[in-house]
């Protein structure tokens, strides 16, 4: 898809009913989601497990919009290629999740992939200022990354307008996780974030019996942030 700096929903599944994740992601997606964003966890590098490649690859044929897969494991590089092939259509690596992130980075694109770098609070910014030019988004970690629920850290937001700043005009996208809602979401927006993950306050409430709930909680972030941008 063409580079697009307009701000996007991104749900994050994590907080979707495991038992029927085919069926939350075309609910989400009917009610308006952008990206769908996944997050399979190691139980190592972060203390949760979630999901592996096969599950990847099982939501893969319900997804219509763009599968942004965050991977925290450590390390990262030997699943590339099985979430590659699993269907994602960007793989995100933590910058702390390997010896060699440039050759993760070129691990993802060497697949077809876009590639994207997370960076946890206490990981500043400047450990991608020599290689923008391989890469595709840079997420900033809003909460400690393993649970859906924590609250945003506001400390966070003058990294984001570093980021926003660094990367110019240059296509990278800037996605805040951890803590995205309505009041939130402007905050971010206004620092320069471009996608917003939303986990527990776009699946709140709702179920895929009442997906209208679902587009609430998702149109409550996006005009909240639409008021930031403008
Ligand atoms: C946490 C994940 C997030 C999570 C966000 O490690 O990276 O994507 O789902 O959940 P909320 O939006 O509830 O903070
Ligand atoms: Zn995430």
Redesign the pocket.
């Known amino acids: 898809m063409p580079f697009d700096r307009s701000v996007k929903i991104a749900p994050?599944i994590?907080?979707a009913d495991f038992a029927n994740l085919g069926a939350e992601i075309r609910a989400v997606e009917a009610q308006g989601a952008d990206w769908i964003?996944v997050?399979p966890m190691d139980g190592h590098f972060?203390p949760n497990l979630t999901i592996g490649p096969n599950v990847v690859a099982a939501i893969r044929p319900h997804v219509t919009t763009f599968m942004d897969v965050?991977l925290?494991i450590s390390p990262a590089d030997p699943y590339i290629g099985d979430f590659a092939k699993a269907g994602a259509d960007l793989i995100t690596v933590h910058a702390e999740a390997g010896p060699h992130l440039h050759r993760s980075l070129q691990s993802v694109r060497a697949e077809g992939r876009k590639a994207g770098v997370a960076l946890n609070m206490t990981t500043p910014v400047s450990v991608i200022e020599h290689i923008l030019d391989d890469l595709d988004l840079i997420l900033v970690l809003t909460?400690n990354?393993?649970?859906?629920?924590?609250k945003f850290q506001s400390a966070m937001l003058p990294k984001i307008a570093q980021a926003r700043a660094l990367v110019g005009d240059r296509p990278i996208h800037i996605e805040v996780?951890?803590?995205?809602d309505p009041t939130t979401a402007p905050k971010a927006v206004a620092a320069g974030a471009d996608v917003l993950?939303?986990?527990?306050?776009a699946f709140r409430g709702g179920s895929v019996e009442t997906p209208e709930v679902y587009g609430a909680n998702m149109r409550a972030i996006r005009e909240a942030a639409r008021a930031a941008g403008s």
Not at 177 to 180: L, R, T, Y
Not at 197 to 201: E, K, L, N, Q
């Open positions: 994050s994590l907080s964003h997050d972060v965050h925290m909460i990354p393993g649970f859906g629920g924590q996780d951890g803590g995205i993950v939303a986990g527990s306050a």
